[in-house]
Structures are given as C-alpha cells and as structure tokens.
C-alpha cells in the first residue's frame, strides 16, 4: 500500500528533474539551430492558452503550493518573473528544495485535512487526499504535458523516455541497487 507521501512528493520530484531536462534539451537546440530561445519560451499551443514561461510556473506552483496545502509547511513565494531557461531551472529547482523539506509524516498525517480553494468564481473543498489525487496530480500534469507538447510542437527532439525521464530513473534504479 502507498502513502500520500509516496504517491506525490517523490512523484513531483522526479518530474520537475524531468522537466529540467526537457527544457535543457530545448535550450541546446535553439543554440544550435541559432533560434532566440525566447520563440521558445514565449510559445503556445494556441493562442488562447499561456505560453512555456507560465506553463512552468504554474507546474512548479502547482507542486509547492499544493503539497504546502496539504502539508502545512509554508511554500516560498515566487514572483513570476522568469525570462530565460536558466531563470526557469532556478525555479524548478528552487521547488525541488522545498518538496525535499516535506516529509512523510507531514503529508500522511493530514491527509484527511479539508482543504479550501477559489478559482474562476468557484468555491472547492477536498479532504487532502482527495485533493491530491483529484486535483493536484492532475493540474501539475497538465501544464508539465502542456510544456512538452509546446516544445515538440516547436521540433525539440524528446519523446516518450524524456517525458518519463529515464536519466532519473536510471540514477534512482542504481542508489538502490
């Protein structure tokens, strides 16, 4: 049987180190095909959704706010005003620092918590399991996913083991072995 913990906090690790790669990979493209990496970051899917910059953003606040939620441990603020890759590694690893802080008993301990939320006028309320799995995984996933598909739609070379980041796993397979 998993915990909460289990099922979240090593799982939005393991993707934002995924999502560095991803970016790392598109970084290095756009220099070798001599590409403003600001294409990059400022591209979207359509032009009614928010472009790769925001994306990020709100995967890692998705991460650290929600598991702050459920956790109880303050997340640390971050004011939005990432430009460039490194700007974006900067945060992504900055939220890994934070999620590395939380420990099981914090998240397993509260995870009958009543977790309140607003957004779009509407008024949510989940106990923090629930809202883990229901929610926040979901969300977190959406924007990762929606990053990715700018940047494939965009020709970066990543494909299904970039996503699932088997560079990680890999390193997680061999500190067990």
Same mark, same amino acid.
């Given at each position: 049987m998993s915990s909460l913990y289990q099922s979240s906090v090593p799982l939005f690790k393991m993707m934002l180190t995924n999502l560095s790669d991803i970016l790392k990979k598109a970084e290095h493209h756009a220099k070798q095909k001599k590409i403003d990496p600001s294409v990059l970051l400022h591209g979207r899917l359509?032009?009614?959704?928010? #472009?790769l910059i925001k994306q990020v953003q709100i $995967?890692?606040?998705? $991460? =650290? #706010?929600?598991m702050g939620r459920v956790s109880g441990i303050n997340p640390p603020k971050f004011a939005? =005003?990432? =430009?460039?890759?490194q700007d974006l590694y900067k945060r992504i690893s900055n939220t890994i620092k934070y999620l590395n802080r939380i420990k099981p008993e914090d998240v397993n301990y509260e995870q009958d918590k009543v977790i309140k939320m607003s957004g779009g006028g509407k008024h949510f309320e989940f106990k923090g399991e629930q809202y883990v799995i229901t929610w926040l995984i979901p969300n977190f996933f959406f924007h990762f996913m929606t990053t990715y598909s700018i940047l494939r739609h965009n020709g970066i070379e990543i494909g299904k083991k970039d996503f699932f980041g088997m560079k990680y796993m890999q390193s997680v397979i061999r500190k067990r072995a």
């Amino acid at each position: 049987m998993s915990s909460l913990y289990q099922s979240s906090v090593p799982l939005f690790k393991m993707m934002l180190t995924n999502l560095s790669d991803i970016l790392k990979k598109a970084e290095h493209h756009a220099k070798q095909k001599k590409i403003d990496p600001s294409v990059l970051l400022h591209g979207r899917l359509f032009p009614d959704m928010l #472009n790769l910059i925001k994306q990020v953003q709100i $995967a890692c606040d998705q $991460a =650290k #706010n929600g598991m702050g939620r459920v956790s109880g441990i303050n997340p640390p603020k971050f004011a939005d =005003k990432e =430009k460039t890759f490194q700007d974006l590694y900067k945060r992504i690893s900055n939220t890994i620092k934070y999620l590395n802080r939380i420990k099981p008993e914090d998240v397993n301990y509260e995870q009958d918590k009543v977790i309140k939320m607003s957004g779009g006028g509407k008024h949510f309320e989940f106990k923090g399991e629930q809202y883990v799995i229901t929610w926040l995984i979901p969300n977190f996933f959406f924007h990762f996913m929606t990053t990715y598909s700018i940047l494939r739609h965009n020709g970066i070379e990543i494909g299904k083991k970039d996503f699932f980041g088997m560079k990680y796993m890999q390193s997680v397979i061999r500190k067990r072995a």
